[in-house]
Structure formats: structure tokens, C-alpha cells
């Protein structure tokens, strides 16, 4: 007897992980949430773990042969995504999966088939890709350590710097920095420890002082913003290049987009004439689209799924 299909979609980053299971209807069947699976933040290990058991969840309770395409951050060198497509076949037997880069399931969750366009990522990582004939090219992202402009880790790795550069007095005190301390429940100097072992994540929720202090006007933190949306759009800027498409769809998607203020507006400002366009799909959808489409379901990429 013909085994029932199933479209398992993956979005995955460095805060969270996200799967979807559906029949080939595109109905819900079951839904799973894990931690990070980013391997550049946590590792191959851990991601992998965190990739499996949000997957384990979704499918609670269903079987069936399972197509699943996975977009993780950090995924765009083939060795990382190769580890994770392993863990999975080792956990989930006669699964066929593909892990790739969570910008190709941004873009599908927006533009579907359309070969061309570009996405801008700003979550707790950045990143820009531009999809040329189907192929992505990436700006950027080369991870935290090389510079992450438009992240939510960039962000706070520079709202603690300009702590510890008030501390030491070189430059004059601001409100953004006595949030940062507040968050930190004592002087930066007494919690250093704690920001080396807390690692790319608990530096990233510093990100929510630079935007409360954006909110009262403090101009630490906005420096901060005009840096971080000036380099974004430099790689939004020169992904367009690329595409010889000065009108492509730019998808925006990630948290800092609609929640760190001003943000989108500077970027819009740098960038008067592209096309933005806000992700009002989940990057999840997109992944459920690419698994789809790679077992042979016709669907027209504006499938809408809450």
C-alpha cells in the first residue's frame, strides 16, 4: 500500500527553530519548535540536535514518506548543510531531506518561483542574498565574527562596547548604557564572565536596549541604528548590482525589520527605489513550498499558510 506523503518545512536560526508538517494539500498536521540550529553559533552537534527534535514534534503521530526541505542560517557552505541532511537521515530512516540556506526559503515564502530577487535578513544574524536564475549569491554573512551589520548580535555587541567605553571614560555617559547595566543587574566590568559565557545569543538580547533607548531619543543608539542600517544597505545595494535589476522584490525579513525603530525606515531612505517587500508569509511556509515542489506538487508559491 502507497504510503501517505508528507511536507515537512524547517526554518531555522540562531535563536530558534521552527518546523511544519503538512498532508500535500498544504493542511497542518503538526507543528514543532526547538532551539537554535545555526552550526556557525552552536556548533554541528547541537544544531543538529535542535533540527531533529523540532522535526521529532511535527511529525508526533504521523508517518509516512517524508519530504523536507530545511532552511538553516549558516547553511550556505555545503559542509554544514551536508552534516545536518545526515543527522537527519540517521534520526528520521528513509526521509528524503535537503537542507540549504534559510534565505532560499525567505524568498519562496514571498515570490515562489519568480528565478530573481533578493532577501535582507536581520535577525539575531544578517545576511543578503540574491537569487539570480535560481541560483544565490551571497553579500555578506560571513558570521558574527567578520562583521554582522543589521543584527540583532551586532547591535548588542556594540551596545556593551559603548558601555565598557563609558566605564573606562572615553565617551560621555548615555542612556543606553545604564539599560545595558540594568539589564545586566550590575557594572559591566562585574559581568564580563557572564557576556563570554553567555555567548552569541545572550549578547544578541541586547539588541532590545538599543531600541528602547532609540525610543527616548538617546544618541548612542542612534548611532548605532545609522551604522547598522548603513551597512545593510550597502549589501542590499550591491545584491541589486548583481541581478542588473534595479526593480527586483528585496523581501525583508527577520525580527529587527518591524521591531527596532527606524530601522527599516533608514534603509528605505539609503535606498529610495527598490522594491521592498515586507515578509507577511513565515520563512517556514517558504520551506514547506520548497518541499512541495520537490515532490512534484504544482502549487503556484502564493500558497498562504498561518
Known amino acids: 500500500m502507497e504510503q501517505k506523503l508528507l511536507l515537512a518545512g524547517v526554518d531555522g536560526g540562531g535563536t530558534k527553530t521552527e518546523c511544519l508538517v503538512c498532508d500535500a494539500g498544504g493542511n497542518i498536521l503538526g507543528r514543532g519548535r526547538a532551539g537554535a540550529s545555526n552550526p556557525n ?57 535537503v537542507v540549504d540556506s534559510d534565505a532560499r526559503i525567505g524568498l519562496s515564502s514571498m515570490i515562489g518561483p519568480d528565478p530573481d530577487g533578493v532577501i535582507a535578513i536581520s535577525g539575531t544574524g544578517a545576511s543578503c542574498f540574491a537569487r539570480r536564475n535560481g541560483e544565490l549569491l551571497r553579500i555578506g554573512g560571513w558570521g558574527y565574527l567578520f562583521g554582522d551589520m543589521g543584527s540583532g548580535f551586532e547591535l548588542g555587541r556594540m551596545a556593551l562596547m559603548r558601555t565598557m567605553r563609558e566605564r573606562d571614560g572615553l565617551e560621555p555617559p548615555s542612556m543606553l548604557a545604564r539599560m545595558c547595566e540594568e539589564m545586566l543587574g550590575a ?47 550597502e549589501h542590499v545595494a550591491a545584491a541589486l548590482r548583481l541581478l542588473e535589476k534595479p526593480d527586483a522584490p528585496v523581501v525583508l525579513t527577520g ?9 527599516r525606515e533608514r534603509v528605505g531612505a539609503l535606498l529610495p527605489h527598490a522594491n521592498f517587500v515586507d515578509a507577511i508569509r513565515p520563512p517556514v511556509a517558504g520551506a514547506i513550498w520548497e518541499a512541495a515542489t520537490r515532490a512534484g506538487i504544482p502549487w503556484d508559491g502564493q500558497v498562504v499558510l498561518p
Do not use: K
Open 41 to 97: 553559533g552552536q556548533g554541528v552537534e547541537a544544531a543538529a540536535r535542535a533540527l531533529c527534535d523540532a522535526v521529532e514534534q511535527a511529525l508526533a503521530g504521523h508517518s509516512g514518506t517524508i519530504e523536507l526541505f530545511a532552511g538553516i542560517a549558516g547553511c550556505f557552505a555545503p559542509e554544514r548543510s551536508a552534516a545536518l541532511r545526515e543527522a537527519l537521515e540517521r534520526r528520521f530512516p528513509g526521509i528524503h531531506a
Open 187 to 233: 557594572p559591566v566590568q562585574d559581568r564580563l564572565t557572564a557576556l563570554y559565557e553567555g555567548g552569541r545569543t545572550f549578547i544578541a538580547s541586547f539588541a532590545t536596549c538599543v531600541s528602547a533607548a532609540l525610543n527616548a531619543g538617546d544618541a548612542a543608539a542612534v548611532e548605532i541604528l545609522e551604522a547598522n542600517a548603513n551597512g545593510m544597505a
Open 255 to 263: 525580527t529587527l525589520w518591524g521591531v527596532l525603530p527606524g530601522y
